[in-house]
């Protein structure tokens, strides 16, 4: 649509953000399956040497997940820890992500165990962005209870 005013046009596009393709569970996250997703692994504050731990996880993802081609950061997100977070991503979608949350869960690389772990959170790059807004995990577990629960538990 082009709307001139005062002899100068001006575009106006409409952006519609509604899609019949994602729920939404909590404010502000949704369930879109499609999209990139990636993993926060929150470490146990009694245990976990941050460095070491972020150290194991690239080596776990390089012997067992290379062509994942999976990229591993340490974030600092002190409404979430005390302790740098351990960010995870390139995860095409959903069902990758969960496969390997699920990996992580039957295996118990050396970063699983001890109690090193204290959760491990999956979520879309979207739900990740709305965390980063809000600053909390407010409503993210009732949501992961409700559209992930049952697909990690298989």
């Known amino acids: 649509m082009i709307i001139v005013r005062k002899g100068l046009p001006f575009y106006v596009i409409f952006l519609l953000g509604f899609s019949g393709l994602h729920a939404q569970s909590s404010p502000g996250f949704d369930h879109r399956p499609d999209i990139p997703h990636c993993m926060l692994i929150i470490l146990s504050e009694k245990w976990a040497e941050p460095g070491e731990i972020s150290a194991s996880v690239v080596k776990y993802n390089l012997d067992n997940h290379r062509s994942d081609k999976l990229k591993v950061s340490l974030l600092r997100m002190p409404y979430l820890s005390n302790l740098p977070v ?52 407010e409503g993210y577990m009732a949501f992961f209870n409700r559209f992930y629960r049952s697909k990690v538990e298989r």
């Open 86 to 137: 351990i960010y995870v991503r390139e995860f095409r979608n959903e069902s990758h992500v969960l496969w390997y949350y699920r990996q992580l869960e039957s295996v118990k690389p050396d970063f699983m165990q001890m109690n090193i772990v204290d959760m491990l959170i999956p979520l879309s790059n979207a739900n990740y962005n709305q965390i980063l807004l809000q600053e909390s995990l």
